[in-house]
């Protein structure tokens, strides 16, 4: 039976996310390197894993008034080819109803049988075409619920953006991370100018436009995955979110210096901190992975990363001795600011991992402090906005050792909030929400 090779490769990777917790975006890539889809094809492809999984809830609530049996009981991939139709329903304008109910009763037959192919072809004919037309709940009488559904957000974090934000709030962020994020590059420097890169880039049918004031980021508006580039090959560039831009500029290193990176693969912030210095200083990347330290090794090679070194050790042990000039602690945490970028960490994320990676975060700003020689600069920063770890973790720490906050340079200035503090927003700019501290440690 032939079926569309595009949407059958999603069910695949759709049952790896849902069923097996495989990470979507390397689930998506791993897919990539095996089957051989034209450009368009992948796009599509994308398109359709990280849409579905970004609005699970609601296709869930929409299959759920029109399913009579309870979803749970359903074949998994007759489930994925469902929330995959409704998701095309609601967000694909480009694809006719049509074609994306015959296209899913193909797949039910080949994952399925007749009967499942005609429950798809009964449900998926049914269901909305339009956000107008899906019944929710009642905002007045259950905020919560209904922005839970209407933006397919887990409850518990809706309900905590409501306490720690208010109503209007909390639904600009749901409605902020609905939406797909941009796709951004940084300029390696070492080996080119952003001018001269966007320029290239126009050049070989791509549309960019730089992302001030964020001195080497450029978005690119349209044209092929910018990794299948010859010029990513030949390290001219690297993707990365602008906001993951912004805490190696705020550590600010500089020519002869000695940098820490304290948990830094896959290097990307360790090949910028080389790059920002010129290539002239001594960068060592430490990961408690060693495995991993492998792609910190290969990102340096790939970009001409010079002075870059790699340490295997745990951050809240370092296995260093004091005296580096700066040390940048872009610490694990929960992730909540980048959301639009990898939508299934939403279903995997618990109401307590804030409060319980706190605790390791404390651990790595400790040390980053103890590791620092007086007079040098420590930058922390993480991925997310949760009190727990972000104001609560640099508070501890300016209680107990001998820091104070300190800005950065001018240009940074709209997402500074308070003396050394920084926040991105991505209702403001579409950056990823990232929180930065900048801090001097007493000499």
């Not at 964020?214 to 910018?226: Q, R, V």
């Not at 002239?280 to 340096?300: F, I, Q, T, Y």
């Not at 997402?415 to 991105?424: A, E, F, N, P, V």
Request: charged fraction near 25%; include cysteine.
């Amino acid at each position: 039976m032939k079926v569309d090779p595009v949407r059958d490769a999603a069910v695949g990777i759709l049952l790896q996310v849902f069923e097996r917790g495989a990470y979507l975006n390397i689930a998506l890539d791993k897919t990539l390197e095996r089957r051989p889809l034209s450009e368009r094809g992948r796009r599509f492809l994308a398109q359709l894993v990280y849409g579905t999984v970004r609005a699970k809830l609601l296709c869930d609530h929409v299959l759920a008034h029109r399913v009579e049996q309870p979803l749970e009981g359903l074949p998994r991939p007759i489930l994925a080819i469902l929330r995959m139709g409704v998701f095309q329903s609601l967000y694909c304008n480009q694809v006719p109803h049509p074609a994306m109910v015959n296209t899913s009763v193909d797949l039910a037959r080949k994952y399925g049988h007749a009967g499942t192919a005609r429950l798809v072809n009964a449900v998926l004919r049914r269901v909305p075409q339009r956000m107008e037309e899906v019944r929710l709940p009642d905002p007045q009488e259950d905020r919560a619920g209904y922005l839970s559904i209407r933006y397919s957000m887990p409850c518990w974090l809706v309900e905590r953006w409501l306490k720690e934000h208010g109503p209007a709030e909390a639904e600009s962020l749901c409605a902020a991370y609905d939406r797909q994020a941009p796709v951004t590059i940084r300029a390696n420097t070492l080996r080119t100018s952003p001018e001269d890169l966007a320029n290239k880039l126009t050049a070989l049918g791509w549309t960019v436009k730089p992302l001030s004031p964020i001195p080497d980021a450029i978005e690119i508006l349209d044209g092929p995955a910018p990794a299948r580039s010859k010029l990513f090959r030949e390290g001219l560039f690297i993707v990365e979110d602008a906001a993951s831009m912004l805490p190696p500029h705020l550590l600010e290193p500089q020519p002869g210096e000695r940098v820490l990176d304290m948990c830094a693969a896959p290097g990307v912030k360790t090949t910028h901190l080389a790059q920002i210095a010129g290539g002239l200083a001594r960068v060592a990347a430490m990961d408690v992975h060693p495995g991993k330290l492998r792609l910190v090794r290969e990102n340096a090679a790939r970009l001409g990363a010079p002075g870059v070194s790699t340490v295997c050790g745990d951050g809240a042990r370092p296995p260093l001795a004091p005296g580096f000039d700066r040390v940048l602690v872009d610490a694990p945490c929960s992730g909540l600011g980048t959301l639009r970028r990898r939508p299934d960490l939403k279903w995997r994320t618990t109401p307590d991992l804030p409060a319980r990676i706190a605790l390791t975060q404390r651990s790595l700003l400790r040390s980053a402090i103890e590791v620092c020689k007086n007079g040098g600069v420590i930058v922390y920063s993480v991925c997310t906005f949760s009190p727990e770890e972000t104001d609560d973790v640099v508070e501890a720490c300016l209680a107990e050792r001998n820091v104070a906050p300190e800005d950065g340079q001018d240009w940074l200035s709209p997402w500074r909030i308070s003396r050394g503090r920084y926040r991105t927003d991505p209702r403001q700019a579409g950056l990823d929400g990232f929180f930065l501290m900048r801090l001097r440690k007493a000499s």
